[in-house]
C-alpha cells in the first residue's frame, strides 16, 4: 500500500491545515490509519487514528496534545484519510506522517493500542510550519 500524504504547508498560528492520505489501489476501508508527527530533536507522537470501516464504525482517538483542535476522517470511496488541523499552535510544527493498519472490520482505535507505534505501511510526510 503506498500512502501519500500532502496539504502541509506554512500557516499563522491560530490558523487551520487540512492534511490528506491517500492509498490509491487499496483495500482501504480494511485498514486503521493513524497520524503521527515528528518535530526535530522530538520523540515521534502519535496525534489520531481513525478504525476502519463496517464494524470498525471509523472510530477515532486522539492524543491529549491535539484533543479538541483537530479531527480525522475518511473517505472510503476516494481511499483518502483526512487531518483537519485547527487552532494551530507553534509546537504543533513537524513533518506529519500518515501510516496504515491492516485491521479490517475492527474497532481497533478505541483499544489501548490505538496510538501505539503500529503500522505496517508509512508514508513519506508533509512538512506543517506555524509561524507568524
Known amino acids: 500500500v503506498q500512502l501519500v500524504e500532502s496539504g502541509g504547508g506554512l500557516v499563522q498560528p491560530g490558523g487551520s491545515l487540512r492534511l490528506s492520505c491517500a492509498a490509491p489501489?487499496?483495500?482501504?476501508?480494511?485498514?486503521?490509519i493513524k497520524w503521527f508527527r515528528q518535530a526535530p530533536g522530538k520523540e515521534r507522537e502519535a496525534v489520531s487514528c481513525?478504525?476502519?470501516?463496517?464494524?470498525?464504525?471509523?472510530?477515532?482517538s486522539y492524543a491529549r496534545s491535539v484533543r479538541g483542535r483537530f479531527a480525522t476522517s475518511r473517505d472510503n470511496a476516494k481511499a483518502t484519510a483526512y487531518l483537519q488541523m485547527s487552532n494551530l499552535k507553534p509546537e504543533d510544527a513537524a513533518v506529519y506522517y500518515c501510516?496504515?493498519?491492516?485491521?479490517?472490520?475492527?474497532?481497533?482505535?478505541?483499544?489501548?493500542?490505538?496510538?501505539?507505534?503500529?503500522?505496517?505501511?508509512w508514508g513519506k510526510g508533509t512538512q506543517v510550519t506555524v509561524s507568524s
Open positions: 489501489g487499496s483495500t482501504f476501508d480494511d485498514y486503521a
Open positions: 481513525i478504525s476502519s470501516g463496517n464494524s470498525g464504525n471509523g472510530r477515532t
Open positions: 501510516a496504515a493498519l491492516w485491521m479490517p472490520n475492527a474497532d481497533y482505535c478505541s483499544g489501548p493500542k490505538g496510538l501505539a507505534d503500529e503500522y505496517d505501511y
